[in-house]
């Protein structure tokens, strides 16, 4: 198995991060954050129920 990397960085290809205000870059980062203290380990919690209920 590969090791997991805490962040996944994504090619720019349109400099699309160019027009981006450093607050909308601020508020990026927020929610990466968020999404990853929060929302990650309770879907993996909903994905082990639902595992654990589909062996029975």
């Known amino acids: 198995m590969a090791a997991r990397t805490d962040q996944f ?7 699309l991060d160019e027009l981006l205000t450093d ?3 601020m508020i990026r980062e927020s ?3 968020y999404v990853k ?3 990650l ?3 993996k919690t909903m994905r ?3 595992n654990s209920r589909s062996t029975l």
Not at 9 to 15: K, V
């Open 9 to 15: 960085t994504s090619p720019d290809y349109f400099q």
């Open 23 to 25: 607050e909308q870059k």
């Open 31 to 33: 929610v990466r954050q």
């Open 37 to 39: 203290k929060k929302f």
């Open 41 to 43: 380990p309770l879907l």
């Open 48 to 50: 082990k129920r639902r």
